[in-house]
């Protein structure tokens, strides 16, 4: 039963009407066609509570005003066994002898049922002959078939009769199989759906009855209450009128809070006084939901069939249940009124037997689990396959934390230790997308419990990789004792030796820190290039090995750029990115990035990026989006790459305090960034930490070496520089590809080391060249002709500029033609392109090393670094080089006297200069200071 025409419902106010003139309107534009002899037929459809009732009422009214014929009806589902009821209340007293008082059920007008159409149609034109006619029907879909019929029959004839027929139809309340409404809209000539209130009728409605108590917090939490559903919102806003306010404006928090008390109240009074057989019924209703039928209602609420039928027959006639084929209560507010009648303990056995006969039943999985998850006690043995079953139905609708939900459910069950480990398996490979620790634990826990090799094998591959490294040394033991029992199956089938690809590759994948790991994986790269048809590509545990075989290669420098770059191109061909996260084909990134070639993994990674924020796949989000970081860094694109660094620091604030995870991810990325707190914030959490893999350590050390140039000691920085390079070559990473070399370069360059500079430059140069990626080799080239003597300087740097042409870094490109824009002054050579940059700035340098000091090109052999001068620093040391006071300085940039004096103090310790003047001398010299 329908609220606007149930006698339990609040009357409607004037808030059902706020936003219906363009409905009103569209009955008045067909009641205006019928004054020329033309109608029509008007359908006005929507939910509980739209104000179907109060939409009629208003046509009415207003017709009425204009002299219009009004005659109005109502559906009833008592009366559908009377013959012609509906069209008796619109037309009866008019023509008493077509409608003889019935006897029984089904009788109705004397006469064929086509004559008595006819008839009725007579009666109908000649009422409407002087005058226009509005009939109204609300309910129609409780009208009975005669009546309906006949409706059918004056729309096929309305365009000839100055008659308006409006009808109202609840949506959702069209018995199935019911032909006869769906004739009449579509017969329709306007269906008007009732939609929700917008934001601005809600704020009408509350300012019309609230007035100044209702501010713009108050009409947001109305909308979130109700919906734009005008029947609730008249029911919460006459509530809060109703409550005493003190004087005080209603709060956000008092319409969240507030229950339609008109409504819960006289239910709750009603279910009260309701018989127990009733109560109980009721009970198991609201407990069972839409799935429920007498004879299951009748075994949950344990009644016998006469009392579950005299049950429901009571509750109807009561206005707390719907007609229909399947009982349904009436309104959420029924059940909230239940919810006082009982005490939690029974509800909860209520929904274990609920969920007992579902699964009986073979109703579907995910409503048997619905019930489970109410239950905290413990399981019957059966309750973890429903829900399982579930989750799977949950994940293809695309919801994982739902599926999450129901197999953590299903750990409480009583069940045999496969099943366990199978649950907590399936549970691993929905968590590693949000908790990626908490799933490597899960596996863990289920490896012991499996027997089948396969089984244990294909569990472990469920683990995100990024979680094997810094992992428990059991852990690593486990994994490798199941790889070492797949590698000695004899002859394995397709599966079997897929699932050893993919083992393998994360043993390889976890050793990678370690110079005996990097020196196996480069040997079994040797030993695959040497088959027939080269590397092998063509299953996803080969390219999964081939990923981790290729990044050692690029590490240890024991294969080229081109190499690498070709392996890499061809995976991410072959290769969907969704779900590369969790596999080892992530180190792909890495690979490409290193080689210069990142053209294609914007694109790639957006895919990823696309799938992990649609599923609500939190980590892996965060991951792709720090992969998405270093593609941007090794781009030059550093605003973007530390947008996104941000975005995946804060995807990864829930992430376990243990998980190395996040630095794991960030750490390689941000000595690259202008912004220094994300590297504080690595070295905060995991500085102190007493044990990581050792290329992890050697990251932390550059990010340690990073906030010593921004803290000003350099001398600092280049010890942990160089500890860095140390431990990168103890983990087996001392190819070209990891640039530590660079930084130590510079950092000895401007400490004015310039043997020692020019030494570690050489044989950059050197492994630059044998690893042949662009970006590095240009790099290395342009480092050491600013560092050698008029001889090498223009070849080198001529050079430099030639092969950053290729790269993908324009930054180093146009550090690069700034270094041999210089040359004019040292060798007497024009430039060779005139858009040279004129500052490290433009540039693109990122403020972590803006060195512009080559000895070699500065008058009076002067040298020294900006160690990271900060823009305020470097706008101060530019006027006061050139000569402005600090009076002036104040005034331009409108700071005090005394915080230009600490800025200078800054810099003349930044840029080891004695004061003013020499920090003039430098500008005069050529020195870049500006901001």
């Not at 109204?136 to 009546?147: E, F, H, K, N, Q």
């Not at 009603?270 to 109560?279: G, N």
């Not at 605003?639 to 995946?648: F, G, N, T």
């Not at 080089?881 to 009076?887: E, H, I, K, L, P």
């Amino acid at each position: 039963m329908h609220a606007d025409a149930a006698p339990m419902s609040p009357v409607p106010g004037p808030a059902v009407l706020h936003e219906r003139d363009d409905d009103i309107a569209a009955v008045e534009g067909i009641v205006d066609r019928s004054f020329g002899g033309t109608g029509g037929l008007v359908v006005v459809t929507g939910p509980l509570g739209a104000g179907r009732t109060a939409l009629l009422a208003e046509c009415a009214r207003r017709a009425a005003e204009r002299d219009v014929l009004v005659r109005r009806a109502r559906g009833a589902a008592a009366e559908r066994r009377y013959g012609f009821g509906v069209v008796r209340q619109l037309l009866g007293g008019d023509a008493p002898d077509l409608f003889p008082a019935p006897e029984h059920p089904g009788s109705g007008p004397a006469g064929s049922s086509d004559a008595v159409s006819e008839a009725l149609l007579e009666v109908l034109r000649d009422l409407t002959s002087a005058r226009p006619g509005l009939l109204l029907v609300d309910d129609v879909t409780r009208a009975d078939p005669a009546s309906l019929r006949w409706l059918a029959h004056l729309g096929r004839r309305s365009a000839g009769l100055r008659a308006t027929v409006v009808l109202a139809v609840p949506d959702g309340d069209v018995p199935v199989g019911d032909t006869a409404v769906g004739e009449l809209l579509a017969r329709a000539d306007v269906v008007r759906p009732l939609r929700p209130l917008t934001p601005e009728g809600i704020a009408g409605v509350a300012r019309a009855r609230l007035g100044t108590r209702a501010d713009d917090a108050v009409v947001t939490a109305l909308g979130e209450v109700s919906e734009g559903n005008p029947l609730f919102l008249d029911a919460v806003v006459e509530e809060l009128r109703a409550a005493p306010s003190d004087g005080r404006r209603v709060s956000g928090h008092q319409v969240r809070a507030c229950t339609p008390a008109r409504l819960r109240d006289r239910m709750a009074a009603a279910v009260r006084l309701l018989p127990e057989p009733t109560r109980r019924y009721l009970a198991a209703l609201a407990v069972i939901g839409d799935v429920a039928d007498d004879v299951l209602l009748a075994r949950l609420a344990e009644l016998d069939h006469a009392d579950a039928d005299a049950a429901r027959r009571v509750a109807g006639e009561a206005g707390l249940i719907r007609p229909g084929r399947r009982p349904r209560l009436r309104h959420r507010v029924v059940a909230d009124a239940l919810a006082t009648t009982g005490s939690a303990e029974e509800r909860r056995q209520t929904h274990l037997r609920a969920a007992t006969l579902l699964h009986n039943d073979g109703i579907r999985p995910d409503r048997v689990a619905s019930h489970l998850l109410t239950v905290t006690s413990s399981y019957p043995r059966w309750a973890i396959g429903a829900l399982r079953e579930a989750a799977v139905l949950a994940t293809r609708r695309g919801e994982p934390w739902t599926a999450i939900r129901y197999l953590r459910h299903a750990l409480l069950a009583d069940a045999p230790e496969a099943d366990r480990a199978q649950v907590l398996v399936e549970l691993a490979s929905l968590e590693r997308s949000v908790d990626a620790g908490l799933a490597l634990r899960r596996v863990v826990a289920a490896v012991p419990l499996l027997a089948p090799l396969t089984a244990r094998a294909d569990a472990l591959c469920r683990a995100m990789p990024l979680t094997l490294e810094g992992a428990a040394s059991s852990v690593l033991a486990m994994l490798r004792g199941v790889a070492e029992e797949l590698d000695g199956v004899t002859d394995p089938d397709p599966a079997t030796r897929e699932l050893a690809l993919r083992l393998r590759a994360r043993v390889l994948y976890a050793d990678r820190h370690r110079p005996a790991g990097v020196t196996a994986a480069v040997a079994r790269l040797d030993e695959l290039e040497r088959q027939p048809g080269g590397l092998p590509l063509d299953t996803p545990g080969e390219r999964e090995l081939a990923c981790v075989l290729t990044h050692a290669a690029a590490l240890s420098g024991r294969r080229t750029a081109a190499a690498v770059a070709a392996v890499g191109r061809t995976i991410l061909a072959r290769e969907p990115s969704a779900q590369h996260v969790h596999s080892t084909i992530g180190l792909v990134v890495g690979s490409l990035c290193m080689a210069d070639a990142p053209e294609e993994l914007t694109a790639w990674l957006g895919v990823a990026l696309d799938h992990a924020r649609a599923e609500g796949a939190t980590a892996t989000e965060a991951v792709v989006r720090a992969e998405l970081a270093a593609v941007l860094v090794c781009s030059g694109r550093i605003p973007e790459a530390e947008e996104q660094v941000r975005l995946s620091f804060e995807l990864f604030g829930e992430a376990d305090e243990d998980a190395l995870l996040p630095g794991l991810i960030l750490a390689a990325v941000l000595p690259g960034l202008q912004d220094r707190a994300p590297a504080e914030h690595i070295l905060a959490r995991y500085g102190a930490a007493a044990e990581v893999p050792e290329g992890f350590g050697a990251c932390l050390q550059m990010l340690r070496a990073r906030v010593a140039l921004d803290a000003g000691d350099p001398d600092a920085a280049l010890e942990y520089c160089l500890d860095a390079g140390r431990r990168f070559e103890r983990a087996g990473w001392d190819g070209a590809a990891v640039a530590w070399r660079p930084w130590a370069i510079e950092i000895r360059r401007g400490l004015g080391q310039l043997s020692e500079a020019r030494a570690l430059a050489e044989e950059e140069l050197v492994r630059t060249r044998a690893w042949g990626a662009p970006l590095q080799l240009g790099r290395a080239l342009r480092v050491l002709g600013e560092l050698c003597g008029r001889d090498r300087a223009e070849p080198l740097l001529t050079e430099a500029v030639e092969v950053l042409r290729s790269a993908n870094d324009d930054r180093e490109l146009a550090h690069a033609l700034r270094s041999l824009h210089a040359l004019p002054d040292r060798v007497g050579h024009p430039p060779p392109d005139g858009s040279c940059p004129t500052t490290v700035q433009t540039a693109g340098f990122t403020p972590s090393v803006l060195v512009d000091l080559s000895p070699a090109g500065r008058r009076g052999g002067h040298s020294g670094a900006t160690w990271a001068l900060t823009r305020s620093e470097q706008r101060v040391a530019l006027m006061a080089a050139q000569g402005r006071t600090n009076q002036e300085i104040s005034d331009v940039l409108g700071v005090s006297v005394r915080a230009v004096e600490k800025h200078l103090t800054g810099v003349y310790r930044k840029l080891r200069v004695s004061g003013r003047s020499a920090l003039g001398r430098m500008w005069e010299d050529g020195s870049d200071l500006s901001a």
